[in-house]
């Protein structure tokens, strides 16, 4: 059994990464290095060949999980600074997501990203026109566009848990932007189940946890909350 356990770990896929730059081209000028994972399955991120001074800005918060199938975790590595990174609205969009979650600031994504505030600023604003559901819903989002940003989150969610290949990286984040504009925008049985699906990428994430029973009681449910 012991033998057993060895080979599968030792056949174990290791997590491939699919890099791009600031500018959205594939790079190979980076290297991305994974650590332990922790009771999830989610390990911690780090940069590892470096030319420049490169910035981590996806997956949002430097931590993935192996996905479900044979592709690769997508991951942009910026250099710190490049204005031309500001005209890419994936990048502005990865660089957004913390700040519309509440975990940082447009002064501590500005600091980590080397523009100014005021830039980042506008850049975040232009991001509601973008094509892209996913993009689109983070810059409502920011913008208080509640009802509008649930929508186009919510399909971003969908297309994401739809993909042959599901990247839990990509799930959560969108998992949790979709949770919360649904819950601003009222809607919070749909709120419960976005935060739900960010839930079963990360069962120990106390904060989804904690989200999802407000969005129950809220919705009358509360007799579901903490399930």
Not at 16 to 33: L, M, N, P, W
Not at 39 to 65: C, Q, S, T, Y
Not at 111 to 119: C, I, L, M, N, Y
Request: hydrophobic fraction near 45%; aromatic fraction near 6%.
């Amino acid at each position: 059994m012991k033998a057993g356990c060895f080979l599968l770990l030792f056949a174990a896929p290791l997590m491939q990464f699919h890099i791009t730059d600031g500018r959205g081209k594939e790079t190979s000028a980076v290297t991305i290095e994974f650590g332990a994972p922790d009771a999830d399955g989610w390990r911690p991120l780090k940069i590892g060949k470096v030319k420049g001074e490169p910035v981590m800005v996806w997956p949002f918060d430097a931590r993935a999980k192996q996905p479900d199938g044979p592709e690769p975790v997508p991951a942009i590595v910026m250099q710190r600074g490049d204005e031309k990174a500001l005209a890419n609205k994936a990048v502005v969009a990865a660089a957004a997501t913390p700040v519309v979650l509440g975990i940082s600031t447009v002064d501590d994504a500005a600091r980590r990203t080397g523009f100014t505030s005021a830039a980042l600023t506008r850049a975040f604003g232009d991001l509601g026109a973008a094509d892209d559901a996913f993009e689109k819903g983070v810059g409502l989002l920011y913008a208080g566009k509640y009802a509008d940003a649930a929508a186009s989150l919510s399909i971003a969610l969908r297309e994401r848990q739809r993909q042959l290949t599901r990247v839990p990286s990509d799930i959560y984040p969108a998992a949790m932007l979709a949770g919360l504009a649904l819950t601003r925008a009222g809607k919070f049985d749909e709120a419960a189940v976005a935060y739900l699906a960010a839930l079963k990428q990360r069962p120990s994430d106390d904060v989804a946890a904690r989200l999802r029973d407000e969005a129950l009681v809220k919705a009358g449910k509360p007799e579901a909350a903490g399930r």
